[in-house]
């Protein structure tokens, strides 16, 4: 799969959904500041992904969060069914742990077929965390804490979300032009 088509689809994701739609009020600062690190990798085995996933952790924590605050680790070759990526989190989880960066980054999750546990599997909530690949974003969690601080209710981003994507409806995500969901 072609690295950059990949990167330019997942932007265009996060420019008119996560942003444009508002789905997360703190994307649009680390995104205009260019602080959002892409990453594609070409795991086609859960443990080439694991490693790869190590590297980006290890690689983020590392970074100046002035020049990096976030990565986006995109794996388009692995974890294509939703179910065996929701059971991946918990081995990324692990990860996070034995590398001891627990309390310091943790792990969002996207795929192209989310699906909140008690929901339908084209209930325009699950929108929200649809990408046009399986995601593991990966944050500070002082980002995180910045953030939260900054917003008094930050429990009604997710009612917002799922106000928002009522009144847009499948039809209108659809109308986004984005490579994501079904």
């Not at 917003?151 to 981003?157: G, K, R, Y």
Request: charge should be negative.
């Amino acid at each position: 799969m072609n690295q950059e088509q990949v990167i330019t689809d997942t932007r265009d994701w996060v420019v008119k959904a996560v942003i444009g739609l508002n789905l997360c009020p703190f994307a649009k600062s680390v995104h205009v500041n260019e602080r959002i690190r892409y990453v594609v990798s070409d795991a086609t085995e859960l443990e080439q992904l694991l490693k790869d996933l190590a590297r980006e952790l290890l690689a983020l924590n590392r970074a100046d969060p002035l020049e990096v605050d976030t990565t986006l680790l995109i794996h388009p070759g692995v974890l294509t069914d939703f179910l065996a990526f929701n059971d991946f989190l918990d081995a990324a989880d692990a990860l996070v742990e034995e590398l001891k960066l627990d309390g310091i980054l943790q792990i969002a999750d996207f795929h192209p077929d989310y699906q909140f546990d008690g929901s339908e599997l084209d209930d325009i909530g699950n929108y929200s965390n649809r990408s046009p690949y399986p995601t593991l974003h990966l944050l500070r969690e002082e980002s995180i804490e910045r953030a939260v601080e900054s917003m008094p209710d930050t429990a009604a981003i997710y009612e917002n979300n799922l106000e928002t994507l009522d009144k847009l409806g499948i039809d209108g995500w659809r109308a986004l032009g984005l490579k994501t969901g079904r």
